[in-house]
């Protein structure tokens, strides 16, 4: 039986694989970038971006925040992040586990996770551990691919690391259950209203990106973001 640490090391080995070509998959830096759009960071403020891979979404939030922090599992992954970060004093890339992160609680304004959830064997344990580093009145914002989001795109992917001689796993199933194990294929909206209260979040979706969720502590106030114009080339 495939233990939460084996999915773990085999994520990181195929990411590892890819790293040099991974921005070349132009679709996810575009999701990446229109995430971070929706990110409100404060004057002064400190972020956290897990799951960071090539730091797309820690660099764009960068000019905003007083200090980003990436993290990844995949070595080859922080590389690339670290190289891209020349010049950026504000940004920092380290090496973390999603349910295990090195900071101290309540030492972040913000957490932001793009297309990154999903690849965490235990989820409910990465969503509580953000809480955990989160500060009051902050805020998690997420993305995860949803049934027929990016329409062909998912199976292009699985084709061109089919190319390179990797296997691809599926995002790690899910269902709300007893032991919070999953059981589904993708991060439905039943999921997304059922997971983040049990874990003290009161879930908001983003209108944009449509993939997007955003969960707030019951001590905030969820309000809609407004939708802005986007250039569809």
């Excluded at 764009?60 to 070595?75: N, R």
């Excluded at 209260?197 to 955003?214: I, V, W």
Aim: hydrophobic content about 40%.
């Amino acid at each position: 039986m495939t233990t939460d640490q084996q999915r773990l090391d085999a994520n990181a080995r195929q990411f590892d694989r890819i790293a040099a070509r991974y921005d070349a998959l132009g679709f996810l830096t575009r999701a990446a970038l229109a995430l971070a759009e929706t990110v409100r960071v404060p004057t002064g403020g400190r972020v956290l971006d897990v799951a960071t891979g090539t730091g797309t979404v820690a660099l764009a939030l960068a000019s905003q925040a007083a200090e980003v922090v990436g993290t990844d599992i995949a070595p080859a992954m922080l590389q690339q992040a670290r190289a891209r970060a020349v010049g950026c004093p504000n940004v920092q890339f380290v090496s973390a586990e999603a349910t295990a992160l090195p900071f101290a609680d309540q030492s972040f304004d913000a957490v932001v996770c793009g297309a990154g959830l999903f690849f965490v064997p235990d989820m409910p344990a990465a969503l509580r551990e953000w809480r955990r580093v989160l500060r009051p009145g902050g805020e998690v914002v997420f993305s995860a691919f949803g049934r027929g989001l990016l329409g062909p795109l998912p199976g292009l992917w699985r084709e061109t690391l089919a190319g390179e001689g990797i296997k691809p796993g599926a995002p790690p199933p899910w269902a709300a259950s007893e032991r919070s194990r999953p059981r589904a294929t993708c991060w439905s909206r039943r999921v997304f209203r059922e997971v983040p209260p049990s874990c003290s979040f009161c879930p908001t979706p983003c209108p944009h990106p449509p993939s997007a969720g955003r969960t707030l502590p019951p001590d905030s106030r969820a309000c809609p973001l407004p939708t802005s114009p986007r250039s569809s080339g």
